[in-house]
């Protein structure tokens, strides 16, 4: 029995001795944002940090470019594990957590500070609600202004209800909501979008300049209203199940390092906008500006078309909590 034992002991201790095989996971990354874009960029960065932190424990892929699917495909591909990680715009968000929606509601913010203001303090409910379904907010960020992107000049809604307006999702409610009032929406799969505009099928998107930059909308829309519509919010998004991926010890690290991509992103394309319409202007873009009178027709097509929407699409407490901290900001900055 002592050899036995003995040759036992000298086993482990020559299997401990040797090299073992890194423990290797790859964390699948999506996004609708194309290789050239600054979001992809990103992105790179977040996973490159991800795979150094990890000291080889981890390997990222990205899908980007929409291959993977649109962003309500990206969701339903986070719930089945076949995508752990995707960065998500207001658009597809309220798919997990419809709370979120509040965000959408057109002309409701009016600065970069403001939209800041409000994330500081309404972000962590939002990551709860996320978290109850599933999901967990590695950080949040913004993609830009919603600026109406279209085929001829538009100043008025009146203007703009004579055009097939791009819509995210067959199934929104903000569709029922364009057409209650008197709009044309029309929905299609973000990576079919410029197709849809070459044909005629969309002749407007609200989108932000960057992206109409990066994805050469503008080639075909090339009228551009001046009207913020909204900001384009986001965030990178884990599955809790790709979460759990994750080595412990690494989460907190990970986490600082989607922080700091998220922070880059946002500074990033905050600079870069202007530098986004300018480069479109010098390649045949039109920038309308809307003159006083028509801007308060357009607060009122949003009175009248999307107020149904608060109390069931939109959660009323949520929104009049938004807009408290709205007031707080404006009030804080008129007394400055």
Do not use: C
């Amino acid at each position: 029995m002592n050899v036995f034992r003995t040759v036992a002991i000298l086993a482990l201790a020559l299997a401990t001795a040797l090299p073992q095989p890194a423990l290797s996971k790859t964390i699948k990354i999506a996004t609708v944002a194309p290789e050239d874009s600054p979001w992809y960029e990103v992105l790179r960065n977040m996973a490159d940090a991800w795979e150094e932190a990890s000291g080889g424990a981890i390997e990222t892929r990205i899908y980007a470019g929409g291959i993977a699917g649109d962003e309500f495909d990206l969701v339903r591909k986070m719930r089945v594990g076949q995508i752990d990680v995707a960065m998500l715009s207001i658009g597809s968000l309220p798919d997990i957590a419809w709370q979120i929606s509040v965000l959408h509601m057109p002309l409701l913010f009016r600065s970069n500070d403001e939209l800041d203001y409000v994330m500081e303090r309404i972000g962590p409910t939002f990551d709860a609600l996320l978290q109850k379904q599933g999901f967990r907010v590695l950080a949040w960020g913004d993609a830009g202004w919603l600026h109406l992107f279209t085929t001829r000049p538009v100043t008025t809604p009146a203007d703009l209800k004579t055009l097939r307006l791009f819509q995210w999702g067959a199934n929104s409610p903000y569709l029922d909501a364009w057409k209650n009032a008197g709009y044309n929406p029309v929905p299609v799969p973000l990576p079919e979008l410029h197709t849809a505009l070459t044909t005629g099928m969309i002749q407007a998107i609200l989108a932000p300049p960057i992206a109409a930059l990066s994805f050469q909308w503008f080639g075909i829309a090339n009228h551009m209203t001046s009207l913020p519509w909204a900001p384009m919010v986001g965030a990178i998004v884990i599955s809790e199940r790709s979460w759990r991926k994750i080595p412990k010890a690494k989460r907190a690290r990970f986490l600082e390092i989607a922080a700091a991509a998220s922070v880059e992103a946002r500074d990033r394309t905050r600079a870069v906008e202007p530098q986004a319409i300018a480069a479109m202007k010098a390649n045949g873009l039109e920038v309308h500006e809307v003159p006083p009178e028509a801007m308060a027709e357009w607060r009122a097509a949003v009175d009248s078309g999307f107020s149904p929407l608060i109390g069931t699409a939109v959660p009323a407490d949520l929104l009049a909590r938004v807009r408290r901290m709205i007031a707080e900001y404006r009030a804080g900055a008129t007394a400055k």
